[in-house]
C-alpha cells in the first residue's frame, strides 16, 4: 500500500485556496438583492423543499411542508436535512440561513478533493509517476458538480461518501488491515443521505466480498453488516411510523404512473447529451481501462460510474436535462460519481507515464497538461467551447436558475401584499414560496401531495415522443384542486395550458381572479381588497393617447 504524507502539500493547499475563492465567488453569484433592497442568499427549489421541512420543525410544525394536514415525505436526502435544520436555528433573517448550507457544500467540496488525492496516491500511482494533480483539478473545477453542490443539493457530499467507500473497499481487500466497519459506516451515511445511494453500497460490498476481502476478518464485516442494517430499517421505521409509508412520496412521482418504455427512452435522451459532452474524456478512460484490465482496483470506481449512468436511464433521467434554460452538462444522478471517472483517468495517465518512463522533469509537465485539458474537456471550454459555458465557468454569467429565484420571489412579495398569512396557496414552484412565506401550501405536482404523486402522468408522451415526459412535473389535478382543496390563491397555475385548456375560462368559472399574475379567490376572508388592477401596457398607452385627444378637443 502506497500512503500518502501527513504534512499538508504545497501544491493541495495552493488548489484549495483557488477552489475556496471560486466557490465562494459562485456562491455569491446565486444571491440576488429583492425588490425591497436586500439580498438573498436561495438554495435549488428542491433543496428549498427540504429547508422549508427544517425551518417548520424548528417553529413547531414537525416535519412538514405544507403546515397543515399529515406530513408528508416530500424530501430524498434525510441526513442532508440535519445541517438545514441547524441553520434554521440560527438566529438570522430567513434571507441569510441558506448561506450556511453553501458554505458547508464548498467545505465538503474542499474534503473531496483531499479524498481524490489520498485515493490516487494510496491506490492508482504508478511505480514511478505519483501523481495525483489532474483528478484533484478535474473534481474541484467541474462546474456541474460545483453547481450541484453549492445550490444546495446533497451532491457534493454524495461524491464524497462515495470515494472514501471506494478508498476503503480497496483497503479491506489489499491493505495491511481491514477496514470494515469504518466502510460500512460509510455506506450507512450514504444510505440516508439518498435512498438510490443503496446501489452504491451493493456495488463497494459486494466487490469486497468477490476480490476476497472477508478472509481475514469475517465478523467484523457481519458486525458492519448489522449496523448498516439498524440504520436501515430504523429509519424505515421512523418512514412508517411518522409519514405512514414505506417509501418517500417522490418515489411515487418520478417512478409511477408512466409507461416503463417512455421512461427509459427519455432517460436515454438525457445520457446521450452526457456522452456526447464528454465523449473524449470516456474514450480516454474505456481505452485505458481495457489496456489495464488486470488492474482489478479499477473495476470498482468504473463500475460505480457506469452503474449511475444506468441508474440515470432507469429513472428517466433528471427533469432538467434537456431545458436548454439549465445548461449543466451532467445531471444530479451522474455528477457525483465524476470525480471516480477523473481519478480512472489519473490513473491511466500514470501507468502510461510509468511505461514510457518519463519519471523525470518530463512527468510534472505532462500531468500538468493532462489536468489542464481535462479541465477544459470536462466544462465545455475545448473544443469548440460555448460563450456561455465560459461565462458560468467565470461566474459573468449568474448559475442556472438564479434568475428564476428571483423572478418567483418578486412574485412572492407581490402575493404577500395580497394575501394574509395563513391563507391555503397552491403553487407549482415548492421550495420558495413556501420557504419565505407563511401560508398554508399545496403543491400543485405532488412533491408533498400523496394523492397527486400517485396519479397517472398528464403530459401526452409516448414511445414515440419521449421528450415529452419531464420526471416529477408530469402529473396535476385541477378537479381536486378546485372542488376539494378550494385555495385561497395560486401561485401558480401548472398543467392545464399544457392540456391545451383556457387557464382564464378554467380559474374565472372556478371564482378566482387574476391580480399581478396570481390567481386570487373571490370572497375569500384572506384576500386583501384591491384596488384595480393596472390595465397591460398597451392598452394603458392607447387610454393615455385617448385622454390626451379629449384634453385637446
Avoid at 474505456?286 to 470498482?300: M, T
Wanted: aromatic share 12%; proline share 5%; with cysteine.
Amino acid at each position: 500500500m502506497k500512503s500518502s504524507r501527513a504534512r499538508l502539500d504545497p501544491g493541495l493547499a495552493v488548489l484549495l485556496v483557488v477552489l475556496l475563492f471560486w466557490g465562494g465567488f459562485l456562491i455569491f453569484r446565486t444571491s440576488f438583492v429583492a425588490e425591497d433592497g436586500k439580498r438573498y442568499f436561495c438554495l435549488f427549489d428542491d433543496a428549498m423543499i427540504t429547508m422549508t421541512y427544517a425551518r417548520n420543525l424548528v417553529e413547531g410544525y414537525g416535519l412538514n411542508w405544507a403546515r397543515h394536514g399529515a406530513p408528508v415525505e416530500g424530501f430524498t436526502h434525510p441526513l442532508w436535512l440535519v445541517p438545514m435544520v441547524a441553520a434554521n436555528l440560527l438566529p438570522v433573517e430567513l434571507r441569510f440561513r441558506s448561506l450556511p448550507i453553501q458554505l458547508l457544500s464548498l467545505a465538503v467540496l474542499a474534503l473531496l478533493v483531499v479524498a481524490v488525492r489520498r485515493l490516487m496516491l494510496s491506490w492508482f500511482s504508478g511505480e514511478r509517476a505519483r501523481h495525483w494533480g489532474p483528478a484533484a483539478v478535474m473534481t474541484a473545477f467541474c462546474y456541474s458538480l460545483a453547481f450541484w453542490s453549492l445550490i444546495g443539493m446533497e451532491t457534493g457530499l454524495q461524491a464524497l461518501l462515495a470515494v472514501v467507500a471506494v478508498h476503503l473497499a480497496i483497503a479491506s481487500v489489499e491493505g495491511r488491515r481491514e477496514r470494515h466497519l469504518e466502510l460500512w459506516a460509510v455506506c450507512a451515511a450514504a444510505y440516508l443521505v439518498r435512498m438510490d445511494m443503496l446501489l452504491l453500497v451493493v456495488a463497494v460490498q459486494a466487490w469486497v466480498v468477490l476480490r476476497g476481502g472477508l478472509r481475514r476478518d469475517r465478523r467484523r464485516w457481519l458486525l458492519g453488516l448489522g449496523l448498516f442494517l439498524a440504520v436501515a430499517l430504523g429509519y424505515e421505521v421512523f418512514r412508517w411510523v411518522y409519514f405512514h409509508d414505506f417509501l418517500p412520496n417522490t418515489w411515487y412521482l418520478k417512478m409511477t404512473g408512466v409507461p416503463l418504455i417512455v421512461r427509459l427512452l427519455r432517460g436515454l435522451l438525457s445520457l446521450e447529451l452526457f456522452v456526447r459532452d464528454h465523449l473524449l474524456l470516456l474514450l480516454a478512460a474505456g481505452i485505458g481501462i481495457l489496456a489495464l484490465r488486470r488492474d482489478r482496483r479499477l473495476e470498482l470506481p468504473a463500475g460505480i460510474f457506469l452503474l449511475y449512468c444506468a441508474y440515470s436511464v432507469w429513472v428517466g433521467g433528471d427533469a432538467w436535462d434537456l431545458d436548454v434554460e439549465v445548461p449543466v452538462r451532467a445531471n444530479r444522478y451522474i455528477s457525483f460519481v465524476l470525480p471516480l471517472l477523473f481519478v480512472l483517468l489519473n490513473a491511466v495517465l500514470n501507468r502510461v507515464l510509468d511505461a514510457w518512463k518519463l519519471a523525470g522533469s518530463w512527468a510534472p509537465a505532462a500531468a500538468t497538461a493532462a489536468g489542464a485539458l481535462g479541465l477544459l474537456l470536462v466544462n465545455g471550454l475545448w473544443p469548440g467551447g460555448t460563450d456561455t459555458a465560459w461565462r458560468l465557468m467565470m461566474g459573468t454569467q449568474r448559475p442556472p436558475q438564479v434568475e428564476s429565484h428571483l423572478t418567483v420571489l418578486r412574485q412572492l412579495h407581490r402575493m404577500q401584499r395580497a394575501v394574509r398569512p395563513g391563507a391555503t396557496v397552491a403553487t407549482a414552484w415548492a421550495g420558495i414560496p413556501a420557504y419565505f412565506s407563511d401560508y398554508k401550501l399545496v403543491d400543485i405536482l405532488g412533491f408533498n401531495d400523496r394523492h397527486v404523486a400517485r396519479a397517472p402522468s398528464r403530459l401526452p408522451g409516448d414511445e414515440d415522443h419521449p421528450r415529452l415526459f419531464r420526471p416529477g412535473h408530469d402529473r396535476w389535478d385541477f378537479d381536486y384542486l378546485l372542488k376539494r382543496v378550494r385555495p385561497d390563491a395560486f401561485f401558480q397555475v401548472w398543467g392545464p395550458r399544457l392540456e391545451g385548456l383556457k387557464v382564464g375560462e378554467l380559474m374565472t368559472s372556478a371564482g378566482y381572479q387574476q391580480h399581478s399574475g396570481i390567481w386570487l379567490k373571490r370572497g375569500s376572508p384572506y384576500v386583501l381588497d384591491l384596488p384595480p388592477q393596472e390595465p397591460p401596457l398597451r392598452e394603458a398607452a392607447d387610454h393615455r393617447r385617448h385622454k390626451k385627444k379629449r384634453r385637446a378637443a
